[in-house]
């Protein structure tokens, strides 16, 4: 049985940083993409960022560029969300995803395991 587990969310005041953890089981994390997704209040589930299973490759969305950071630890079956500069718009849930594709991947469709997630408020 796979299972995605976030920490490392909370509450903090704008321009401040969080670092969110995936701890993954029950799936060959080495060979899956990996993708944060954002859910705010009222709002669709939104992409964040994805690695590719290599952690070589990334990419983000226009919202987050410049100041958040995907990266994974394959030997500990983690991936990370670095997010710094933090705003009051970044205040959502935050869920990790895994896909059964290697590559990187943006649609929410294309993921196949999903965590319960972890909620980040950014005060003002």
């Known amino acids: 049985q796979v299972q995605l587990v976030e920490s490392g969310g909370g509450l903090v005041q704008a321009g401040g940083s969080l670092r969110l953890s995936c701890a993954a089981s029950g799936l060959t994390f080495s060979r899956a993409a990996m993708g944060w997704f954002r859910q705010a209040p009222g709002k669709e589930r939104e992409f964040v960022a994805t690695v590719d299973w290599s952690g070589f490759s990334t990419l983000y969305a226009d919202s987050v560029k410049g100041r958040f950071t995907i990266s994974r630890d394959n030997a500990k079956n983690t991936v990370y969300l670095q997010m710094n500069t933090l705003k009051p718009e970044d205040t959502a849930v935050y869920y990790c995803?895994?896909?059964?594709?290697?590559?990187?991947?943006?649609?929410?469709?294309?993921?196949?395991?999903w965590g319960q997630g972890t909620q980040v408020t950014v005060s003002s």
């Open positions: 995803a895994a896909s059964n594709v290697r590559t990187i991947v943006v649609r929410s469709t294309a993921y196949d395991y």
